[in-house]
């Protein structure tokens, strides 16, 4: 990466970093879903936890009270804006399981899969899933973090590259 394209990725992580919002609230629809689908949990977005922002998701940290503890979940809307008919977001919902297999075999710690579905949101189908959040779990952010050691920045780095080298 050239020294300019660094500087540039540098303020942008740094910026995304220390906003500490979210980066994709939900929508009144996406909010009536969520409640549609866990009726008796209240759910919060997480005021404590962001993430950077996905390319292809909009992504949520959700936090929920369960017998005196507050527990986090991430909460993702896959293909979001993308404009899928039911077809197509069924097709990328079933390569979910063997994408994520993959990784796990590579090395990578996958968050758990706690529900997956296809639903219709504003004329577009998308794919919700509610998945473990790993604290800490954030490469974009742990790499801008002026106060992270080198060398745990190097290894994720080596590890990206080594995962992406494995595939043809």
């Given at each position: 990466m050239s020294e300019l394209h660094s500087s540039i990725f540098d303020a942008h992580a740094a910026s995304i970093a220390g906003?500490?919002?979210?980066?994709?609230?939900?929508?009144?629809?996406?909010?009536?879903?969520?409640?549609?689908?866990?009726?008796?949990?209240?759910?919060?977005?997480?005021?404590?936890?962001?993430?950077?922002?996905?390319?292809?998701?909009?992504?949520s940290v959700l936090e929920y009270d369960h017998d005196g503890s507050t527990l986090q979940l991430v909460w993702k809307r896959m293909g979001a804006g993308k404009?899928?008919?039911?077809?197509?977001?069924?097709?990328?919902?079933?390569?979910?399981s063997p994408y994520r297999t993959s990784l796990e075999s590579c090395g990578w710690r996958v968050p758990k899969l706690f529900y997956t579905n296809v639903e219709k949101i504003g004329g577009e189908?998308?794919?919700?899933?509610?998945?473990?959040?790993?604290?800490g779990g954030d490469g974009e952010r742990m790499v801008a973090n002026q106060s992270e050691p080198n060398l745990r920045k190097w290894y994720l780095i080596d590890k990206v590259l080594r995962l992406l080298y494995s595939y043809s």
């Open positions: 906003s500490g919002h979210q980066p994709f609230p939900p929508s009144p629809e996406e909010d009536a879903l969520l409640a549609e689908h866990e009726p008796h949990i209240a759910f919060r977005l997480s005021k404590g936890t962001s993430i950077t922002e996905g390319r292809q998701s909009r992504v404009g899928l008919e039911d077809h197509e977001a069924r097709e990328m919902r079933d390569r979910l189908s998308q794919i919700f899933s509610y998945e473990e959040f790993i604290p």
